[in-house]
């Protein structure tokens, strides 16, 4: 086989990618590749089209991307983006085919604040999830049956009420020591610190119980503290955490060796109780629970996989792709607009300041007093000429109306038409008898049947006057 014919071989073996499939395979991939997440930066280059979609760059000090957020989503948000604001988005990754840009597409947009505190949360936590911080190897058993348990909470807040009636309900004989600390505010990171030292270098208790009430992200940003979370991963003594409500998730909570709902939940997790079937019974009941959330955490990927599948396929992706492309389309038609504007108003500047230089105003002056004497004499032959033709108007009206045939009716005389034709009758011939007639008369037709019809006699004295 020639060289040729061998080059033709392996070409014709080639899969060839049109730019419309590699740009249709690519949004696949990454459609299909990354789950919903969040994005931090900066809003810039934003732009609001008349279809009512946004579209903006986020951007940090080295990277930024686009990102499109559509009108039933923009319809939801509270309050205005503006360039310059930093923000929190919820976006799926995807690729715009027509241009083949990566972006965002936007489903959820919030200022920063508590925004940029769930940002630091996610940072932190994987962080220290990469660090191993989160495993439960690490993690220490809880002692059966404690000697006496630590409190480090607020002195005056509900939860340390909670955690005693708890305790006292479940154990009445077991010893508590409370160490105070703040809970919350700028002071409350290091004020816990504090009480969590003091309780490993006394090392009076088996168990610590590190809790406080409710609150919002901000509220429980203390228990978010990196050197906290450390503090407990090295503590000599097993911290179990009750923060919070149920919803509640704090990097605290990750880290210890144990994790309660709430502070009455987490004093019954460490007081000791008989009822060891109950203990069996609350085991299993967590295994289930953690194995129901893992179910349900696989049953949700699936669903998401098919509903990414399915938008991929639904006509409303492509809408909105095709919705973007005329957005972009009208924002270079207006750009280029205002641009030929500018450019017109720059070229006819100068010839404005020349023009205003040489202004012919007293000519035109002199032309518009001339101008208003020739319409006053216009005006005047108009008149003079309408009148004119008005008369001979009436002149030639007087003479049609002589020559009028009703004119002549009205005299007396009669048009006489031969039924059912209605041709004139001029001569005697024309009407013989039994020809039925009509005669229009001034005020009125009349119907007749002819008689007799006979030539009119030729006068003899008009005959020889004429002679």
Excluded at 12 to 22: E, F, G, K, M, N
Excluded at 207 to 215: E, F, N, P, Q, T
Aim: one cysteine or more; charged letters at 25%.
């Amino acid at each position: 086989m020639s060289r040729t014919s061998l080059r033709h071989a392996i070409d014709d073996t080639r899969d060839i990618y049109s730019v419309a499939r590699l740009a249709s395979e690519v949004r696949a991939v990454l459609d299909g590749s990354f789950p919903i997440l969040w994005v931090q930066g900066e809003i810039s280059n934003l732009a609001q089209p008349s279809s009512g979609h946004i579209y903006f760059t986020l951007k940090d000090a080295v990277a930024q991307v686009r990102c499109a957020m559509f009108r039933p989503k923009r319809m939801l948000l509270r309050w205005h983006p503006e360039n310059g604001q930093t923000v929190l988005a919820r976006a799926r990754v995807t690729l715009f085919e027509p241009r083949g840009d990566f972006q965002l597409v936007v489903d959820h947009l919030e200022p920063g604040g508590e925004g940029a505190l769930r940002l630091e949360f996610e940072r932190l936590k994987q962080q220290l999830a990469a660090e191993g911080l989160f495993e439960e190897r690490r993690k220490r058993a809880l002692p059966e049956f404690p000697r006496q348990v630590g409190l480090i909470t607020s002195p005056t807040g509900a939860a340390l009420r909670d955690l005693l009636a708890v305790l006292k309900r479940r154990c009445a004989a077991l010893p508590v020591m409370i160490y105070p600390a703040l809970v919350q505010g700028e002071a409350a990171p290091a004020s816990l610190l504090s009480a969590l030292r003091v309780a490993n270098e006394r090392a009076e208790c088996d168990v610590l119980i590190l809790a406080r009430g409710g609150g919002s992200l901000e509220d429980l940003a203390a228990f978010n503290d990196e050197a906290l979370a450390r503090a407990i991963r090295s503590s000599a003594i097993p911290v179990v955490t009750g923060i919070g409500h149920e919803i509640d998730i704090s990097i605290a909570d990750l880290v210890a060796d144990r994790r309660a709902a709430t502070p009455s939940a987490a004093a019954e997790l460490v007081a000791p109780s008989g009822e060891h079937l109950r203990q069996r019974v609350v085991a299993l009941t967590a295994r289930l629970r953690i194995a129901q959330a893992r179910r349900h955490e696989a049953a949700r990927q699936r669903v998401n996989a098919v509903v990414r599948h399915l938008t991929l396929l639904h006509p409303a992706a492509r809408l909105q792709q095709r919705a973007q492309r005329l957005d972009q389309l009208e924002q270079r038609l207006v750009a280029l607009l205002e641009r030929r504007l500018t450019q017109a108003q720059e070229r006819l500047r100068p010839l404005a300041t020349r023009l205003a230089l040489r202004s012919p105003q007293h000519r035109l002056e002199g032309l518009r007093l001339s101008l208003l004497a020739l319409q006053r004499r216009l005006l005047q032959g108009q008149g003079r000429v309408v009148e004119w033709q008005r008369e001979r108007l009436a002149r030639a009206a007087a003479g049609l109306q002589a020559r009028s045939p009703l004119a002549t009716i009205a005299r007396g005389y009669a048009i006489v038409t031969r039924l059912p034709e209605g041709d004139i009758v001029r001569a005697p011939e024309q009407a013989p008898p039994g020809t039925r007639i009509a005669a229009r008369l001034a005020q009125g037709t009349v119907h007749a049947v002819v008689e007799s019809a006979s030539p009119s006699p030729v006068p003899a004295r008009r005959d020889a006057d004429r002679s």
